[in-house]
């Protein structure tokens, strides 16, 4: 058995450097094809797109397989696994580290690549050969990337009898599935980034570029939404610190090509619509995947520190940082040689539902870069004044929140605009009660926290604003008279308007989560003796006990504590502080009673001089709307996706045969 697994490792490695030459091919012959006009040329990347999942996978599936039967002659397993952990985080194991992480990301690019064959049937053939190859070409490099510094597969000559164990704070159900789903996001944006560049190679992007470029965006928006989700999920109850966003680099990396990823969706619709704001989708789309491939350089280089980061390794970090640097600057370089086949075709009046979806995308755009400079800046500045700066939420919470504000504000009013001329008393009717019932409900929950902040209400005002907009506007969507005729053309409406209106009801409710929960939560840390009774809020906690207990593969130091509020029933909360061995890495873990109105948050600390042990409690209302907002936006995405107009090209829109392309090169 022994002999096997070894050689099914080495028939994984050779599968990798076989996919390698398969991509190499696959980069080459569909665009001289497609260049030449030669059919059989271009249609060599379906095949080659095929065949690079099928040996990636197998791949994958070998590594997963030496994770589970623990096979520590592989030494990533033997750095990352041992026999005592749970099946879960085995499994996990694969991705929580550097080698195998990069795995999964040539998995997830051979993916997105053999999508595209799948379901490009109404790609022009041109088109459809050149998205194939230019994703090919990205595969191309990180295939020599993982191959030539980061070999998964690499063998240990004499196998010890166990192993290192994986990182103490990624063995969590939470983070056992968050990076998976912000590959399938931030790796996915690879596939626009591939449409993006084969438009303009092609020399023509028009309505229908705009309508194949939008499912691949939602979908990878979609997956980045969750796997963000997963992760400020992860962070707010693992962590200990009790908070749900920390502004932390890696954090920021991966929330920058979400908010990218925002603007090309919806700059996508105006191309699809009007044929206008070519250039700056174009735009977006390469810069979207820019800032996914500047993510993998912070965390990969050691160049940022974090919590979250897989390697620390400045020499690895030049190699991303040189496939960054060619694949955004070729791109745009391309960008400003094809400018003059990117001419808007339609006009469009300043109030206009194109005018608020271009005021959207400055929004989102300009908060990234908010976000881009504060994670960078530290770096700059040690680098050109040698001094060393860090970039906290104060200035992140200062100068990104205004704009999300705004956003907020002007997302209702810009759905109900007309395209090309609209007016705005036309617009702004139907939200007048609904502008009436947001100032209530705000000036209600002022009331009702005792006027503590201005935060909590601000955040009801937009929340209940963003979400009664997408209601009211989906309601006009459904013409004019009786309830029950209008009804029942609601429930007749495209899969994508109820899509949107999901979502941006999403954005709402986390807006208004945000807000709650950073306004109005209660904190109390103090020393606590056993059996000492204290009160926070409306609740009294009891520290009923303290106790060692033994897990799978840590010691934990495990506290009891009673919760009761008035005269309901009490809630047994069991904070722990547990220990690796094998790591030799404490981490904490809190103990949370979760509610739709609030979490009841206990973290347990060190044993203190003088018997008691140091306790912290937060109350915090609403916190779980903050997730569920994501699940809604999530859920709208994948609603859209289903939509017809969106799962299948409309080629046949376009009169002009593929050859007609060909020229432009």
Request: with cysteine; charged share 15%.
């Amino acid at each position: 058995m022994r002999y096997i697994r070894g050689m099914l490792i080495e028939l994984a490695h050779f599968a990798l450097i076989l996919a390698f030459g398969v991509a190499i091919a696959q980069t080459i012959v569909p665009l001289v094809g497609a260049h030449k006009g030669w059919r059989g040329w271009m249609t060599f990347a379906e095949p080659a797109a095929n065949s690079q999942l099928i040996l990636v996978g197998f791949s994958f599936a070998v590594l997963t397989m030496a994770f589970v039967t623990s096979d520590f002659s592989v030494s990533l397993v033997y750095a990352n696994s041992h026999t005592d952990k749970p099946m879960l985080y085995k499994v996990s194991g694969v991705w929580g580290n550097h080698e195998g992480s990069m795995l999964l990301w040539v998995l997830t690019l051979a993916l997105f690549g053999a999508s595209a064959a799948w379901f490009g049937g109404n790609l022009p053939a041109t088109l459809k050969a050149r998205v194939l190859a230019v994703q090919a070409s990205i595969s191309v490099a990180f295939y020599a990337f993982i191959l030539f510094t980061s070999n998964p597969f690499a063998r240990l000559v004499d196998a010890p009898l166990n192993g290192r164990d994986l990182n103490p704070l990624l063995q969590d159900p939470g983070l056992a599935f968050h990076p998976p789903f912000l590959y399938l996001g931030y790796v996915g944006l690879s596939i626009t980034f591939s449409f993006a560049v084969a438009a303009l190679i092609e020399g023509r992007v028009d309505a229908a570029w705009g309508r194949w470029v939008r499912p691949w965006t939602l979908a990878a928006w979609m997956f980045l939404t969750v796997g963000i989700a997963l992760g400020s999920w992860w962070a707010y109850y693992e962590l200990g610190w009790g908070g749900f966003w920390f502004w932390d680099p890696v954090e920021n990396a991966s929330f920058m090509p979400w908010l990218i990823a925002a603007a090309l969706l919806h700059s996508a619709i105006v191309v699809e619509k009007r044929e206008t704001l070519k250039s700056w989708t174009i735009l977006l789309a390469i810069l979207a995947f820019g800032f996914s491939l500047l993510g993998a350089f912070i965390v990969r280089s050691g160049v940022l520190t974090s919590v979250h980061a897989f390697a620390n390794d400045p020499e690895r970090g030049v190699y991303i940082l040189l496939i960054l640097g060619i694949f955004l600057g070729g791109s745009l370089t391309l960008y400003a040689a094809r400018a003059g086949v990117m001419q808007a075709q339609g006009a469009f009046g300043t109030v206009s539902r194109e005018s608020a979806l271009v005021l959207n995308n400055i929004l989102l755009a300009v908060s990234c870069f908010v976000v881009f400079i504060g994670t960078i800046w530290p770096l700059v500045a040690e680098m050109v004044f040698g001094r060393t700066l860090s970039v906290g939420p104060p200035f992140f919470d200062a100068a990104f929140t205004p704009f999300m504000v705004l956003l907020a504000i002007v997302l209702p009013l810009g759905s109900l605009l007309a395209w090309k001329r609209g007016t705005l008393t036309r617009a702004r009717m139907p939200l007048l009660g609904l502008g009436v019932l947001s100032f209530a409900m705000a000036g209600l929950f002022y009331a009702i926290y005792a006027g503590r902040s201005m935060v909590g209400p601000a955040g009801v005002l937009l929340g209940v604003w963003v979400v009664g907009g997408a209601v009211v506007d989906l309601w006009l969507r459904a013409g004019r008279g009786g309830l029950p005729d209008r009804l029942g053309r609601i429930t007749r409406l495209p899969r994508g308007d109820w899509g949107k209106t999901v979502a941006h009801a999403g954005m709402g409710v986390t807006i208004f989560g945000v807000a709650a929960m950073t306004a109005w939560q209660q904190e109390d840390i103090r020393i606590v003796q056993t059996g000492e009774t204290f009160d926070v809020g409306a609740y009294t906690f009891t520290l009923d006990a303290v106790e060692a207990v033994e897990g799978p593969n840590y010691q934990s130091t495990m506290a009891t504590v009673t919760a009761v509020r008035g005269d309901g029933a009490p809630m047994i909360l069991q904070p722990e502080k547990r220990f690796y061995p094998v790591a030799q890495m404490p981490t904490t873990e809190a103990a949370i009673d979760n509610g739709i109105l609030r979490d009841v948050y206990v973290v347990i600390g060190d044993p203190q001089a003088n018997g008691g042990y140091a306790m912290r409690v937060y109350i915090k209302p609403f916190a779980n709307w903050i997730w569920g907002g994501a699940i809604l936006m999530a859920i709208g995405g994948i609603i859209s996706l289903t939509d017809r107009r969106l799962r299948f090209a409309v080629g046949a829109r376009d009169p002009k045969p593929d050859a007609k392309a060909v020229p432009a090169e």
